[in-house]
């Protein structure tokens, strides 16, 4: 008989924890092991339960979810899934956690004590079974040097759409600081999030790495130079107007793939727009968003690099993109972002 997904619960709240035992052990492959309420009663349970997942709430007395997170990454490595209220601060508090090695996250739909909890079960449960199997060691890529690779020259492409989903946010922070101020080409980002906090990791990018990063507006003119994350809760298009290209905004279209906004749309515009001169990005992340729109790109002539397996936290995403034989290469981070520096041609 396969053994159960031992979850331990830690919030501070008795009824949010009796509540999300209940919603988690409707599912007959988890078993809530424990049950805490601050994070030195989390210490002692993680040393005797070893749990395969841990779902962790920031706001505790004497010791937060961001302190506790740092303690299970350093000592006991595990993944942990945030469950954060949806409001700005708790946007804020998610991205610091991803970035400090957090798995995912799932938005409380109505404050720190959320009764409907029950209206995200399906994404709960769904991501504490992708937790279990999550190489959560692979959380950030290692530093590397690239300069040798930022000399000026004339692309060979004339855009990049990057697919990211789960553990992809330290990767698109990876990515976009390493590459230089003036690559040339603006890059169309999906990285899976509700609105609220698709426009707060924009922010925090733009903040850490003094790039131009923002969330996309509905019919803004696309700028060379600039990285745009897709708005969460909308899908994204490119439009040709002229001589120039616009991003569109569809809010009627439900999710594509369960997500929204959803690469594919993204990716398909690209290949529409940009032909041959584009160039798709895979990166971590369960499912096979980005997958279809990433076939486009290949027949027109662009190119499909997707996340090595060794370096993914979840290797989903990558691994559909493999499966349809449309992928040019298969690459750790580094090698991301030194490929995508090598679609420079003629140095000079």
């Given at each position: 008989m396969?053994?159960k ?10 009824l949010?924890?009796k509540l999300?035992k209940?919603?988690l052990e ?20 993680i040393?005797?339960?070893e ?9 505790m ?5 961001i ?10 490595p595990t993944?942990?899934?945030m ?10 508090i998610?991205l ?5 090695g957090a798995?995912?996250?799932v ?8 009764l409907?909890?029950i ?7 769904g ?14 890529p290692?530093?590397e ?5 930022k000399?000026?020259g004339?692309?060979g492409?004339s ?9 992809g946010?330290v ?21 899976h999030m ?11 990018i ?7 990063v ?7 003119e696309v ?6 994350i ?8 490119l ?38 001169k ?6 971590t ?10 076939k486009e ?6 190119k ?13 995403m990558?691994?559909?993109a ?5 992928v ?8 991301i ?6 679609l ?5």
């Open positions: 396969k053994r997904i031992k979850v331990l619960i830690v919030d501070d709240s008795f949010m924890r999300i209940e919603i409707e599912d007959p492959e988890i078993k809530v092991v424990g049950m805490a309420k601050d994070g030195f009663e989390a210490i002692k349970l040393k005797n339960l749990p395969d997942v841990i779902t962790l709430d920031y706001e007395p004497e010791m937060n979810g302190e506790l997170l740092e303690k299970i990454m350093k000592y006991k993944p942990c899934i469950v954060s209220a949806y409001t700005k601060e708790g946007a804020e998610t610091e956690a991803l970035s400090r798995f995912d996250f938005p409380k739909p109505s404050g720190q004590l959320s409907d909890i209206k995200v079960k399906n994404e709960l449960i991501k504490v079974k992708a937790a279990k199997d999550a190489n959560i060691k692979n959380f950030r290692k530093e040097d690239f300069e040798r690779f000399k000026r004339i692309l492409i855009c990049v759409g990057i697919a990211s989903s789960t553990g946010t990767l698109i922070e990876y990515i976009i600081k390493n590459l230089p101020d003036d690559i040339g080409v603006p890059f169309f980002i999906v990285q509700p609105p609220l906090f698709t426009k707060k990791f924009a922010e925090r733009r903040e850490i790495t003094g790039k131009n923002k969330e996309t507006e509905n019919n803004e700028k060379p130079n600039t990285f745009y897709a708005k969460g809760g909308v899908h994204v298009f439009e040709k107007r002229g001589n120039s290209v616009y991003l569109v905004h569809k809010e009627d279209l439900p999710p594509r793939n369960g997500v929204k906004p959803s690469a594919d749309y993204l990716f398909e515009s690209i290949a529409e727009i940009y032909e041959g584009s160039c798709a990005v895979i990166l992340g369960m499912g096979r968003d980005g997958v279809e729109g990433a790109i290949k027949k027109k002539g662009g499909v690099f997707v996340q090595n397996k060794e370096t993914c936290l979840i290797f989903g990558p691994k559909n493999i499966k349809e034989k449309i040019d290469m298969v690459l750790s981070p580094g090698e972002v030194e490929n995508i520096l090598n420079r041609r003629n140095y000079v």
